[in-house]
């Protein structure tokens, strides 16, 4: 069963902030919204804050191979 998003989240950053969410979501083949969310459950889950359950076809991070 698909996760309905019914909450809107609106922030500012610095472009520097912006272009490393960017880069990190290309890494993972994700939107920002996707790398957003996952980045937000991963830290909330690393500190035991309450509420940060895993999210159903929430994608886990992809391993990247460095070509030289």
Do not use: H, N, W
Not at 14 to 42: C, H, I, Q, T
């Amino acid at each position: 069963m698909a996760v309905t998003k019914t909450e809107v989240v609106s922030v500012r950053v610095p472009p520097d902030v912006k272009a490393a969410l960017v880069a990190a979501a290309g890494l993972e083949r994700r939107s920002l919204a996707s790398m957003v969310e996952f980045m937000v459950m991963d830290y909330c889950t690393r500190r035991g804050i309450a509420g940060a359950k895993s999210i159903g076809g929430t994608k886990g991070p992809r391993k990247t191979t460095q070509i030289d």
